[in-house]
């Protein structure tokens, strides 16, 4: 009997959507679990590090990695996975671009641990301790792994063979993904495994905006009842689907939501932020600069809105930290 492929799964810096993803394949997760061997998927399985690492260079077929690098252990499960693993997968948009976890570079080690750990207004920690790689007590020792100060993507650390782009994937673009490794049908090396055109291009709503839309003011989801028929960005709601790659099957619009930009830019663009924020910015139905200033002001977090995924992935990347700053 031909021995099964074998497949890993590690969850990173993220929130834990990318496994529920894979468990939302539902009865093709059997067909998946049928085909592969999963040696490793510590959400689910009784799996430790000791097995992959007892295991011969290559010998798994694919490593699905989902989440943002943040720690010292996170990097060295990376390492690790990459050596044992034929083909090292990008699973979802944290690894992709940075993810939600990225904003974080907004800030640097010592003010999140301030935020988190003495001023937050939850927070009752009168001598101000932090969490240090290393304690000793009473002749006992323990560790931690140590918290980098800037986040970065899966292939800012690695070599990425290919994305499964999504916040979170899905159903469709993992069992295709899953797919094609198996059958050897592979595009280049590098590829996002997800239609390169933007999600307009997929939208039910794309032939009700306008030639010649321009806008005056921008409303948030819970400002207005959108009509469910009509496109989004002709309502004024902020939507990124002309500057985000297609193949989630514009769900979030299907469900009268716009578009916040989770699978990332197609492979013609270098900064997904840059992108959606040029293509916004060139809707603004103004020429006098205090009426632009007034339109833009109701966007209120750009950074937020434009760099929600990619922060780490783009040019970008973090804050400016201060001079001698390290990681």
């Not at 028929?229 to 939507?239: E, F, I, P, V």
């Not at 995924?309 to 780490?312: F, K, R, T, W």
């Given at each position: 009997m031909t021995a099964k492929p074998k497949v890993a799964f590690y969850w990173l810096a993220s929130c834990g959507?990318?496994?529920?993803?894979?468990?939302?394949?539902?009865?093709?997760?059997?067909g998946v679990a049928d085909a592969v061997d999963i040696v490793f998927w510590p959400v689910a399985l009784?799996?430790?590090?000791?097995?992959?690492?007892a295991m011969e260079d290559g010998e798994i077929l694919a490593a699905f990695v989902n989440g943002a690098v943040r720690t010292d252990e996170q990097e060295e499960m990376v390492h690790l996975l990459r050596r044992k693993a034929r083909v090292m997968v990008a699973f979802g948009s944290c690894s992709h671009m940075g993810g939600i976890p990225g904003l974080a570079n907004l800030w640097d080690k010592e003010a999140i641990f301030d935020r988190v750990y003495r001023t937050s207004p939850t927070t009752d920690n009168p001598d101000g301790v932090v969490p240090k790689t290393e304690y000793a007590s009473n002749g006992h020792r323990v560790t931690l792994p140590g918290f980098h100060d800037t986040v970065r993507?899966?292939?800012q650390v690695t070599t990425v063979d290919y994305v499964v782009p999504g916040c979170a994937p899905t159903p469709n673009i993992i069992a295709a993904a899953v797919?094609?490794?198996?059958?050897?049908?592979?595009?280049?090396?590098?590829?996002?495994?997800?239609?390169?055109?933007?999600?307009?291009?997929?939208?039910?709503?794309?032939?009700?905006?306008p030639d010649d839309l321009t806008i005056t003011e921008f409303k948030r989801p819970h400002q207005i009842i959108a009509d469910e028929?009509?496109?989004?960005?002709?309502?004024?709601?902020?939507?990124l689907g002309p500057a985000t790659r297609a193949g989630c099957g514009a769900l979030c619009i299907g469900a009268n939501m716009p578009c916040t930009g989770c699978f990332g830019p197609t492979s013609s663009v270098r900064?997904?932020?840059?992108?959606?924020?040029?293509?916004?910015?060139?809707?603004?139905?103004?020429d006098d600069p205090e009426?632009?200033?007034?339109?833009?002001?109701?966007?209120?977090?750009?950074?937020?809105t434009f760099y929600r995924?990619?922060?780490?992935h783009s040019l970008l990347v973090r804050k400016r930290q201060p001079a001698g700053a390290t990681e």
């Open positions: 959507g990318c496994e529920e993803a894979v468990v939302d394949l539902a009865e093709d997760l059997l009784d799996s430790k590090r000791a097995d992959v690492e993507a899966l292939d797919g094609a490794l198996l059958s050897g049908d592979l595009p280049p090396a590098g590829t996002v495994l997800a239609p390169d055109v933007a999600l307009c291009s997929e939208c039910d709503r794309r032939d009700t905006k028929d009509t496109c989004l960005l002709a309502q004024g709601l902020l939507c900064d997904h932020g840059a992108k959606a924020a040029g293509a916004i910015a060139s809707l603004v139905g103004a009426e632009i200033e007034r339109i833009l002001s109701t966007i209120p977090d750009p950074i937020g995924y990619g922060l780490p």
